[in-house]
């Protein structure tokens, strides 16, 4: 993910900002049970990576069988391939059948909704995209709707239209990137007061580059977090470190479903990083997600 890359992080201040006054009490108004336990997905951008082979996946796997594996893995994916083309039904299906039971995909709306037309000129295209993901069944996780730094507060009455477009069978997330949205404080609540009302969640990236898109507000019991790292630097566990600090408060506030994906160059460390976050959530929320598997591979003379 490029956006809000940088070539020196040396000066970027990687705390958390505080959360937004209204998060919390988004949370507490949407307690559920105290006795059922929050969805927890945790995974990457992608499923094909060859770096992975006898890493995290098998040495002599089949390309073709990436996403057989990668389920075995990870039980969510950032879904970037439907940005570009939206998927034909046996292409679905496959995706579905490939998967395990609790496996969920986070499928990012093409570009020519979020980007190449107004939201309101793109309602039959919409109503195509929707009815392919809606195909992945339980295996749908939140869809999320990308914007580009071009759309403004301005558009805001058009996101309002498009939102309520979207079925209610293919749940969404919003991620905003113009800085308007953080800068102006109205616009940043009629924004919100908007997504809430029509539960919609908010997308939160934590990038070296923009800080302000962390704007840390929840509009639903539902975050979905992309985390763009810098190779392994010393600050992407130490940010992760505060993330789960941040996220055991959320839970106990009453947060119901994470989605959090890790991105990193190339994504070639990416699971590397997704298995620390995971091992930290256990250790400190007392979870019992399932850890990837690293896979050694027998070096020449440890076969005797």
């Not at 392919?132 to 301005?154: T, V």
């Amino acid at each position: 993910m490029d956006f809000g890359k940088l070539s020196d992080i040396s000066r970027v201040n990687f705390a958390l900002p505080p959360n937004h006054p209204d998060t919390l009490p988004l949370l507490e108004a949407n307690r559920f049970d105290k006795l059922a336990s929050p969805e927890v997905y945790i995974g990457t951008p992608v499923w094909v990576n060859k770096p992975w082979v006898g890493h995290y996946y098998p040495a002599t796997m089949r390309e073709k069988d990436s996403l057989l594996w990668y389920g075995k893995q990870f039980n969510t994916i950032e879904l970037n391939s439907t940005h570009y083309h939206i998927p034909g039904q046996a292409t679905i299906e496959r995706w579905r059948q490939s998967v395990p039971q609790g496996f969920t995909f986070c499928p990012k709306f093409p570009q020519l909704i979020s980007h190449e037309a107004e939201l309101s000129r793109s309602l039959d295209m919409t109503a195509t995209f929707c009815e392919a993901i809606a195909g992945l069944e339980e295996k749908l996780g939140h869809s999320f709707l990308q914007l580009p730094p071009s759309f403004g507060p301005r558009q805001l009455k058009d996101l309002e239209t498009f939102i309520q477009y979207v079925p209610e069978s293919v749940p969404l997330c919003v991620e905003l990137r113009h800085p308007d949205w953080f800068a102006d404080h109205v616009a940043s609540l009629e924004l919100f007061e908007v997504l809430e009302k029509f539960r919609v969640g908010t997308v939160l990236s934590d990038v070296s580059g923009r800080r302000d898109v962390l704007h840390m507000r929840l509009t639903t019991p539902v975050a979905m977090i992309r985390f763009v790292g810098n190779a392994l630097h010393s600050t992407d566990y130490s940010r992760i470190d505060d993330w789960v600090v941040r996220l055991k408060q959320w839970f106990d506030a009453g947060l119901q479903k994470l989605y959090f994906f890790v991105h990193e160059p190339d994504n070639i460390t990416s699971p590397d990083l997704a298995a620390y976050l995971i091992e930290k959530l256990n250790a400190t929320c007392g979870f019992h997600l399932k850890m990837p598997k690293k896979f050694l591979q027998a070096k020449q003379g440890e076969l005797f």
